[in-house]
């Protein structure tokens, strides 16, 4: 219709005009995304570093008798073992390292900020307190394992020197009970699930 009154050329200038309006829109039109937001980014950043669970960053562990180290295992590589006599008790305490081989402290594992340290059902999910030794594998027959993590056994080793003052002594005692030799596959549980697995099983002979 434009054509009939106007001519060719009035058509032509309108479809140019359309055409240069749309090329200056697309661009605006693309940079309203959620992803080109730096607000809602800084935010998402903000509720998964909330949401990441507490971790404790070991990749190995030693395991001390009497104070001195009987036991190491890091990265895949172990040496030493555990021994005990028939009849006869050891209380075995268990320190966690990481790459480069140093202490990892538990109690230094805290809830993020604002957080008051317990998840929905009321469990302690900071501090050393939240962490626990998963002990299995070991033949029953050839030693008994006891975890010593409630207060009344803490309370049995007041006065005794302590390396590790400050944070929660994940230790155990091992019976042997008949002479022979076993193994005893260790975890380091936070809460429900295992924060560290060890590569290999811890050997323990009885004699």
Do not use: W
Request: aromatic share 6%; with cysteine.
């Amino acid at each position: 219709m434009f054509t009939h009154f106007y001519g060719s050329g009035f058509s032509v200038a309108i479809s140019r005009l359309m055409l240069l309006t749309l090329v200056a829109v697309l661009p605006l039109m693309g940079g309203c995304g959620e992803d080109d937001n730096p607000i809602l980014d800084d935010e998402d950043d903000h509720a998964h570093e909330a949401d990441a669970p507490l971790h404790a960053d070991a990749d190995g562990f030693n395991l001390e008798v009497d104070g001195k180290v009987v036991y190491h295992q890091h990265q895949g590589a172990h040496e030493g073992g555990l021994t005990v006599g028939v009849g006869e008790e050891i209380e075995v305490h268990a320190v966690f390292i990481d790459a480069n081989e140093a202490e990892v402290h538990l109690d230094e594992v805290v809830p993020p900020p604002g957080e008051d340290g317990q998840d929905e059902h009321g469990h302690e999910h900071g501090g050393a307190e939240a962490f626990s030794l998963g002990l299995s594998g070991y033949d029953s027959s050839i030693i008994d394992i006891h975890l010593h993590e409630d207060e009344d056994e803490e309370d049995d080793h007041e006065g005794e020197e302590d390396d590790h003052e400050g944070e929660e002594a994940l230790h155990f005692g091992v019976v042997g009970l008949k002479a022979g030799t076993t193994e005893i596959k260790l975890q380091l549980l936070h809460g429900d699930h295992p924060d560290f697995t060890a590569a290999l099983p811890i050997p323990v002979t009885v004699e």
